[in-house]
Every structure is written in C-alpha cells, then in structure tokens.
C-alpha cells in the first residue's frame, strides 16, 4: 500500500512538472512572439495609438462618472430602455412572422397533404374498380367466345 502511494505521489509530482513547463514555455513564447512583433514600426504605430485611444475613452468616462455621476447613470438607463424596446420590438416581429408563416404557409401544406392523401385513395379505389370492370369484360368476352364457339360447333354438327 505504501508503494502505490509513493508511485501514485512520483506520477503526480512528474505531471504538474510537466504542466509546470509547459505554462512557462507558453509565457516565454508569448513574450518573444510580442518582443518580436514590435521590432516592426507600423505594429509599434498601431499599438501606440490604440493605446492612446484607449487611455483617452477611459479618462472621458472617468472624468464623466466623477463629474455628473447621475447624468452618467441616468443616460446608461435610457439607453438600456431603449434597447429594451428595439428587442421587444424585434420579438414581436419574429411572432407576426412566426404567425404568417404558420397561416400562409404550414397550413396550405397541411390541407394540400390531406387533399393530396384523399386523391391518393381515390386514385387506388378507381384502379380497383377499372380491374374489376375489365375482370367483368374479359369474363363477358371469353362467354362471347365461348358461346359462339359452341353455336359454331352446333351448326356444323
């Protein structure tokens, strides 16, 4: 028992090493990948003034909230409501259209399925009858033959 916990304790100690490296190796690829990428002037100008802008829109709502701290919050609120009601809007869109699709589409589906299944079985009932008339009309012309073949054979007898 001692054994397999000391094996269970090596395993364990060898995987968080190997996790261990493997987080390390990830960090220093990072920052080479990032040290390299700035050697480039364009990627330094376009890191720089985003940051800039960053910073500036930052400062801008700092000094907004610090400022008029009500005004802030209360313009945060009315655009809430507003997109509260462009979303409610839009539900109620997607439910108008649910239900014309449900009227102008399903539906007419829904009959023509039951028009085209009715048609269907009136079709097999009208084969059936056509066999049964042309069962009658082959049994009338073999007692056609029949019969003429025993007149026939009557008048030469």
């Given at each position: 028992?001692?054994?397999?916990?000391?094996y269970?304790?090596?395993?364990?100690?060898?995987?968080?090493?190997?996790?261990?490296?493997?987080?390390?190796?990830?960090?220093?690829?990072?920052?080479?990948?990032?040290?390299?990428?700035?050697?480039?002037?364009?990627?330094?100008?376009k890191?720089?003034?985003t940051?800039?802008?960053?910073?500036?829109?930052?400062?801008?709502?700092?000094?907004?909230?610090?400022?008029?701290?009500?005004?802030?919050?209360?313009?945060?609120?009315?655009r809430?409501?507003?997109?509260?009601?462009?979303?409610?809007?839009?539900?109620?869109?997607?439910?108008?259209l649910?239900?014309?699709?449900?009227?102008?589409?399903?539906?007419?589906?829904?009959?023509?399925?039951?028009?085209?299944?009715?048609?269907?079985?009136?079709?097999?009932?009208?084969?059936?009858d056509?066999?049964?008339?042309?069962?009658?009309?082959?049994?009338?012309?073999?007692?056609?033959?029949?019969?003429?073949?025993?007149?026939?054979?009557?008048?030469?007898?």
């Amino acid at each position: 028992m001692t054994q397999a916990a000391t094996y269970n304790n090596v395993t364990t100690t060898t995987t968080n090493e190997k996790n261990g490296k493997l987080l390390k190796g990830m960090m220093i690829g990072a920052v080479i990948g990032g040290a390299l990428t700035m050697l480039d002037s364009n990627t330094r100008n376009k890191i720089t003034a985003t940051t800039k802008n960053m910073k500036d829109s930052t400062m801008d709502m700092y000094s907004q909230v610090k400022n008029n701290p009500s005004e802030v919050k209360d313009d945060l609120q009315e655009r809430l409501k507003s997109a509260s009601s462009v979303l409610k809007e839009a539900i109620r869109d997607a439910q108008n259209l649910y239900e014309k699709v449900n009227e102008n589409i399903l539906f007419p589906v829904s009959v023509l399925k039951e028009e085209s299944s009715e048609i269907l079985s009136n079709a097999k009932e009208v084969t059936t009858d056509i066999k049964e008339i042309g069962g009658k009309v082959k049994e009338a012309g073999e007692e056609v033959i029949d019969g003429s073949n025993g007149q026939s054979n009557g008048a030469y007898n």
